[in-house]
Protein backbone atom coordinates (compact mmCIF):
# COMPACT_ATOMS: atom_id res chain seq x y z
CA UNK A 1 0.00 0.00 0.00
CA UNK A 2 1.22 3.91 -0.61
CA UNK A 3 1.07 6.14 2.11
CA UNK A 4 1.09 10.24 2.11
CA UNK A 5 1.36 12.05 5.10
CA UNK A 6 -0.50 15.76 5.32
CA UNK A 7 1.55 17.72 7.75
CA UNK A 8 5.35 17.54 8.37
CA UNK A 9 5.66 18.35 11.70
CA UNK A 10 7.12 16.50 14.54
CA UNK A 11 4.03 14.25 14.57
CA UNK A 12 4.21 14.00 10.78
CA UNK A 13 7.81 12.73 11.02
CA UNK A 14 7.11 10.26 12.97
CA UNK A 15 4.44 8.58 11.26
CA UNK A 16 7.00 8.46 8.20
CA UNK A 17 8.91 6.99 10.27
CA UNK A 18 6.76 4.46 11.75
CA UNK A 19 5.88 3.66 8.26
CA UNK A 20 9.22 2.95 7.39
CA UNK A 21 9.38 0.36 9.84
CA UNK A 22 5.88 -1.44 8.36
CA UNK A 23 6.49 -4.02 5.65
CA UNK A 24 4.40 -3.80 2.98
CA UNK A 25 3.85 -0.34 3.15
CA UNK A 26 5.42 2.28 1.35
CA UNK A 27 5.43 6.30 1.81
CA UNK A 28 5.30 8.22 -1.38
CA UNK A 29 4.84 11.45 -0.45
CA UNK A 30 4.22 14.54 2.39
CA UNK A 31 2.27 17.41 1.64
CA UNK A 32 3.45 20.66 3.54
CA UNK A 33 3.01 24.14 3.70
CA UNK A 34 6.77 24.93 5.52
CA UNK A 35 9.06 24.64 2.48
CA UNK A 36 11.79 23.93 4.74
CA UNK A 37 9.75 20.97 6.75
CA UNK A 38 8.88 19.42 3.24
CA UNK A 39 12.06 19.49 1.93
CA UNK A 40 13.55 18.02 5.26
CA UNK A 41 11.19 15.26 5.26
CA UNK A 42 11.57 14.07 1.73
CA UNK A 43 15.17 14.39 1.38
CA UNK A 44 14.92 12.26 4.87
CA UNK A 45 12.72 9.51 3.65
CA UNK A 46 13.34 9.56 -0.31
CA UNK A 47 9.49 10.81 -0.73
CA UNK A 48 8.30 13.89 -2.90
CA UNK A 49 7.33 16.84 -1.62
CA UNK A 50 4.28 19.12 -2.48
CA UNK A 51 2.80 22.13 -0.49
CA UNK A 52 -0.70 21.58 -1.84
CA UNK A 53 -2.02 18.21 -0.19
CA UNK A 54 -5.27 18.04 -2.60
CA UNK A 55 -2.50 18.15 -5.39
CA UNK A 56 -0.60 15.32 -4.10
CA UNK A 57 -3.76 12.99 -3.83
CA UNK A 58 -4.75 13.64 -7.34
CA UNK A 59 -0.85 12.84 -8.70
CA UNK A 60 0.45 10.43 -6.10
CA UNK A 61 -3.24 8.36 -5.52
CA UNK A 62 -2.03 6.77 -2.13
CA UNK A 63 -4.16 4.30 -0.42
CA UNK A 64 -3.69 6.16 3.01
CA UNK A 65 -3.17 9.55 4.01
CA UNK A 66 -1.90 10.13 7.75
CA UNK A 67 -3.46 13.57 8.71
CA UNK A 68 -0.97 15.12 11.05
CA UNK A 69 -2.85 18.77 10.80
CA UNK A 70 -4.11 21.36 13.55
CA UNK A 71 -7.25 20.14 14.87
CA UNK A 72 -9.26 22.76 12.70
CA UNK A 73 -7.86 21.57 9.49
CA UNK A 74 -8.90 17.93 10.39
CA UNK A 75 -12.41 17.73 9.13
CA UNK A 76 -11.78 19.73 5.47
CA UNK A 77 -8.47 17.14 4.90
CA UNK A 78 -10.36 14.18 5.93
CA UNK A 79 -13.76 14.80 4.30
CA UNK A 80 -11.38 15.45 1.23
CA UNK A 81 -9.53 12.34 1.69
CA UNK A 82 -12.43 10.45 1.84
CA UNK A 83 -14.30 11.94 -1.38
CA UNK A 84 -11.19 10.35 -3.09
CA UNK A 85 -11.13 6.94 -2.35
CA UNK A 86 -8.21 7.37 0.18
CA UNK A 87 -8.38 5.58 3.95
CA UNK A 88 -7.69 7.87 6.76
CA UNK A 89 -5.34 7.70 9.59
CA UNK A 90 -6.82 11.04 11.40
CA UNK A 91 -4.20 12.24 14.09
CA UNK A 92 -6.46 12.47 17.46
CA UNK A 93 -8.36 14.53 18.90
CA UNK A 94 -10.69 13.67 15.83
CA UNK A 95 -12.27 16.99 15.20
CA UNK A 96 -12.64 20.27 17.08
CA UNK A 97 -16.26 19.33 18.38
CA UNK A 98 -19.08 16.29 17.66
CA UNK A 99 -20.57 17.64 15.21
CA UNK A 100 -17.49 17.62 12.96
CA UNK A 101 -17.00 14.25 13.87
CA UNK A 102 -20.21 13.51 12.42
CA UNK A 103 -19.51 15.07 8.97
CA UNK A 104 -16.60 12.99 8.56
CA UNK A 105 -17.89 9.60 9.60
CA UNK A 106 -20.72 10.33 7.15
CA UNK A 107 -18.27 11.24 4.28
CA UNK A 108 -15.59 8.12 4.68
CA UNK A 109 -19.34 5.70 4.76
CA UNK A 110 -20.49 7.84 1.57
CA UNK A 111 -17.24 6.98 -0.28
CA UNK A 112 -16.34 3.34 1.60
CA UNK A 113 -13.00 3.88 3.07
CA UNK A 114 -11.46 3.44 6.27
CA UNK A 115 -11.21 5.57 9.19
CA UNK A 116 -9.03 5.26 12.68
CA UNK A 117 -8.20 8.02 14.84
CA UNK A 118 -5.08 8.00 15.94
CA UNK A 119 -5.43 6.88 19.89
CA UNK A 120 -1.88 5.50 20.72
CA UNK A 121 -2.55 4.62 24.25
CA UNK A 122 -3.65 0.87 22.83
CA UNK A 123 -0.20 -0.07 21.30
CA UNK A 124 2.18 0.30 24.81
CA UNK A 125 2.81 -2.87 26.07
CA UNK A 126 2.24 -1.39 29.68
CA UNK A 127 -1.14 0.02 28.41
CA UNK A 128 -1.55 -3.53 27.34
CA UNK A 129 -0.45 -5.43 30.27
CA UNK A 130 -2.80 -3.76 32.54
CA UNK A 131 -5.88 -3.89 30.29
CA UNK A 132 -5.12 -7.80 30.48
CA UNK A 133 -4.96 -8.21 34.54
CA UNK A 134 -8.22 -5.67 34.60
CA UNK A 135 -9.77 -8.62 32.52
CA UNK A 136 -8.42 -11.32 34.16
CA UNK A 137 -10.21 -10.75 37.33
CA UNK A 138 -6.50 -11.89 39.22
CA UNK A 139 -6.44 -8.32 41.50
CA UNK A 140 -10.47 -8.87 42.29
CA UNK A 141 -12.96 -6.53 41.18
CA UNK A 142 -11.95 -2.90 39.55
CA UNK A 143 -12.97 -0.62 42.33
CA UNK A 144 -11.23 3.30 40.66
CA UNK A 145 -8.98 4.56 38.02
CA UNK A 146 -7.18 7.67 39.02
CA UNK A 147 -5.10 9.07 36.14
CA UNK A 148 -2.79 12.21 36.56
CA UNK A 149 -0.85 14.34 34.34
CA UNK A 150 1.60 17.07 34.79
CA UNK A 151 3.38 18.81 31.71
CA UNK A 152 4.15 22.72 31.19
CA UNK A 153 1.95 22.62 28.63
CA UNK A 154 0.98 25.97 28.12
CA UNK A 155 4.63 26.91 27.05
CA UNK A 156 5.32 30.19 24.65
CA UNK A 157 7.29 27.67 22.62
CA UNK A 158 4.30 25.76 21.81
CA UNK A 159 2.97 26.37 18.31
CA UNK A 160 0.58 29.34 18.85
CA UNK A 161 -2.65 27.54 17.21
CA UNK A 162 -2.84 25.40 20.37
CA UNK A 163 -3.32 28.00 22.62
CA UNK A 164 -6.24 29.25 20.45
CA UNK A 165 -9.45 27.94 20.93
CA UNK A 166 -11.11 28.39 17.95
CA UNK A 167 -8.03 26.54 15.67
CA UNK A 168 -7.45 23.50 18.88
CA UNK A 169 -11.02 23.16 20.27
CA UNK A 170 -9.53 23.66 23.96
CA UNK A 171 -6.12 23.30 25.93
CA UNK A 172 -4.91 20.53 27.78
CA UNK A 173 -8.23 18.60 27.95
CA UNK A 174 -8.26 18.37 24.56
CA UNK A 175 -5.68 17.38 23.83
CA UNK A 176 -3.63 15.39 26.26
CA UNK A 177 -6.86 14.78 28.41
CA UNK A 178 -8.41 12.83 25.20
CA UNK A 179 -5.61 10.68 26.24
CA UNK A 180 -6.55 10.07 29.49
CA UNK A 181 -9.98 9.92 28.08
CA UNK A 182 -9.33 6.74 25.88
CA UNK A 183 -7.56 5.03 27.56
CA UNK A 184 -9.77 4.86 30.31
CA UNK A 185 -12.75 3.73 28.03
CA UNK A 186 -10.50 1.42 26.36
CA UNK A 187 -9.08 -0.18 29.38
CA UNK A 188 -12.97 -0.97 30.77
CA UNK A 189 -14.48 -1.68 27.87
CA UNK A 190 -16.84 0.62 28.57
CA UNK A 191 -17.59 4.59 27.64
CA UNK A 192 -17.77 7.67 29.95
CA UNK A 193 -21.62 8.18 31.03
CA UNK A 194 -21.15 10.72 33.56
CA UNK A 195 -19.13 13.88 33.47
CA UNK A 196 -18.36 16.36 36.83
CA UNK A 197 -15.31 18.52 35.69
CA UNK A 198 -13.67 22.23 36.71
CA UNK A 199 -10.80 23.60 34.90
CA UNK A 200 -9.08 26.74 34.88
CA UNK A 201 -8.06 29.77 32.88
CA UNK A 202 -5.45 31.34 34.88
CA UNK A 203 -2.81 32.74 32.38
CA UNK A 204 -4.28 35.48 30.33
CA UNK A 205 -2.29 34.81 27.15
CA UNK A 206 -4.46 32.79 26.10
CA UNK A 207 -8.20 31.45 26.04
CA UNK A 208 -7.73 27.63 27.03
CA UNK A 209 -7.54 25.98 30.19
CA UNK A 210 -4.64 25.38 31.28
CA UNK A 211 -5.82 22.57 34.19
CA UNK A 212 -8.52 20.41 34.94
CA UNK A 213 -10.17 17.89 37.42
CA UNK A 214 -12.46 15.71 36.05
CA UNK A 215 -14.79 13.02 37.77
CA UNK A 216 -16.12 9.66 35.55
CA UNK A 217 -18.70 6.94 35.72
CA UNK A 218 -18.61 4.43 32.91
CA UNK A 219 -21.04 2.03 31.25
CA UNK A 220 -19.51 -0.47 33.75
CA UNK A 221 -19.72 1.45 37.28
CA UNK A 222 -16.03 2.26 37.25
CA UNK A 223 -15.39 5.59 38.57
CA UNK A 224 -12.67 7.56 37.83
CA UNK A 225 -10.53 10.59 38.24
CA UNK A 226 -8.47 13.13 35.57
CA UNK A 227 -6.53 15.35 36.89
CA UNK A 228 -3.83 17.72 34.72
CA UNK A 229 -2.05 21.00 35.09
CA UNK A 230 -0.53 22.71 32.41
CA UNK A 231 1.83 24.94 34.38
CA UNK A 232 5.04 24.54 35.32
CA UNK A 233 6.24 22.08 38.18
CA UNK A 234 7.78 18.60 37.87
CA UNK A 235 6.16 16.13 35.25
CA UNK A 236 4.07 13.76 35.90
CA UNK A 237 2.23 10.55 33.97
CA UNK A 238 1.10 8.03 36.17
CA UNK A 239 -2.11 6.35 36.39
CA UNK A 240 -3.41 4.82 39.28
CA UNK A 241 -5.67 1.40 39.00
CA UNK A 242 -7.38 0.25 42.29
CA UNK A 243 -9.26 -3.16 42.66
CA UNK A 244 -10.43 -5.16 45.71
CA UNK A 245 -6.85 -7.07 46.29
CA UNK A 246 -4.70 -5.13 45.28
CA UNK A 247 -3.06 -2.20 42.65
CA UNK A 248 -1.47 -1.20 39.63
CA UNK A 249 0.73 2.15 38.82
CA UNK A 250 1.12 2.09 35.51
CA UNK A 251 3.53 4.95 33.67
CA UNK A 252 2.88 4.79 29.81
CA UNK A 253 5.62 4.82 27.96
CA UNK A 254 8.09 4.01 31.14
CA UNK A 255 6.44 0.57 32.87
CA UNK A 256 3.90 -1.22 34.91
CA UNK A 257 3.72 -1.88 38.76
CA UNK A 258 1.75 -4.35 40.81
CA UNK A 259 1.14 -4.43 44.46
CA UNK A 260 -0.74 -7.17 46.55
CA UNK A 261 0.43 -6.85 50.13
CA UNK A 262 2.11 -3.37 50.47
CA UNK A 263 4.85 -2.64 48.03
CA UNK A 264 5.52 -2.45 44.32
CA UNK A 265 6.64 -4.88 41.85
CA UNK A 266 7.66 -4.17 37.87
CA UNK A 267 5.52 -6.35 35.74
CA UNK A 268 8.01 -8.09 32.99
CA UNK A 269 6.81 -6.56 29.68
CA UNK A 270 6.64 -8.66 26.62
CA UNK A 271 8.60 -6.75 24.00
CA UNK A 272 5.90 -4.75 21.34
CA UNK A 273 6.44 -2.94 18.25
CA UNK A 274 6.27 0.81 17.92
CA UNK A 275 3.35 2.30 18.53
CA UNK A 276 2.67 4.27 15.64
CA UNK A 277 3.70 0.88 13.32
CA UNK A 278 1.62 -0.99 15.00
CA UNK A 279 -1.11 1.71 15.04
CA UNK A 280 -0.69 1.41 10.35
CA UNK A 281 -0.41 -2.21 10.65
CA UNK A 282 -3.78 -2.13 12.46
CA UNK A 283 -5.49 -0.19 9.25
CA UNK A 284 -4.01 -2.08 6.98
CA UNK A 285 -5.54 -4.77 8.03
CA UNK A 286 -9.12 -3.84 8.16
CA UNK A 287 -8.54 -2.68 5.35
CA UNK A 288 -7.45 -6.03 3.39
CA UNK A 289 -10.35 -7.28 5.46
CA UNK A 290 -12.84 -5.11 5.19
CA UNK A 291 -13.50 -4.57 8.87
CA UNK A 292 -14.12 -1.55 11.01
CA UNK A 293 -10.71 -0.49 13.06
CA UNK A 294 -10.88 -0.65 17.25
CA UNK A 295 -10.22 3.59 16.70
CA UNK A 296 -13.11 3.84 14.40
CA UNK A 297 -14.67 7.01 14.01
CA UNK A 298 -17.44 6.29 16.11
CA UNK A 299 -15.36 5.32 19.04
CA UNK A 300 -13.11 8.50 18.61
CA UNK A 301 -16.40 10.67 18.30
CA UNK A 302 -17.14 9.66 22.10
CA UNK A 303 -14.06 10.68 22.98
CA UNK A 304 -14.75 14.06 22.42
CA UNK A 305 -18.39 13.71 23.29
CA UNK A 306 -16.78 13.25 27.21
CA UNK A 307 -14.11 16.34 26.18
CA UNK A 308 -17.31 18.48 25.05
CA UNK A 309 -19.35 17.50 28.24
CA UNK A 310 -16.31 18.33 30.72
CA UNK A 311 -16.19 21.84 29.49
CA UNK A 312 -20.27 22.11 29.84
CA UNK A 313 -19.84 21.03 33.34
CA UNK A 314 -17.24 23.40 34.18
CA UNK A 315 -18.98 25.93 32.47
CA UNK A 316 -22.44 25.19 34.37
CA UNK A 317 -21.31 23.76 37.30
CA UNK A 318 -23.49 20.68 37.13
CA UNK A 319 -23.12 16.84 36.32
CA UNK A 320 -22.96 15.95 32.79
CA UNK A 321 -24.74 13.16 30.92
CA UNK A 322 -22.65 12.25 28.66
CA UNK A 323 -24.23 12.24 24.96
CA UNK A 324 -23.41 8.80 22.95
Known amino acids: MKLAVIGAGAIGMKHLEAAAAVEGLEAVAVAELNPSLAQAAAEQFGIRAYSDYQVMLQQEKPDIAVIALPHFLHKEAAIHCA ?3 VHLLLEKPMALNTAECDEIIAAADRYGVKLMVGHTQHYFPENREAKRIIESGELGQLVMILDTRHVHYLREDRPAWFLEKRKSGGGIITNLGSHSIDKI ?12 ASVSYLDDRFDVEGSGVIWLETSSGVRATIAQSGYPGVSRNETEIIFTKGMLKLETGKGLAISRNGGYVQVPLEPAGQPLAMQLLDLMEAITNNHIPDCSGAYSKSVISVIESVY ?13
Open 185 to 196: QWMTQSRVTKVR
Open 312 to 324: ASSRTGTEQVVRV
Open 83 to 85: EHG
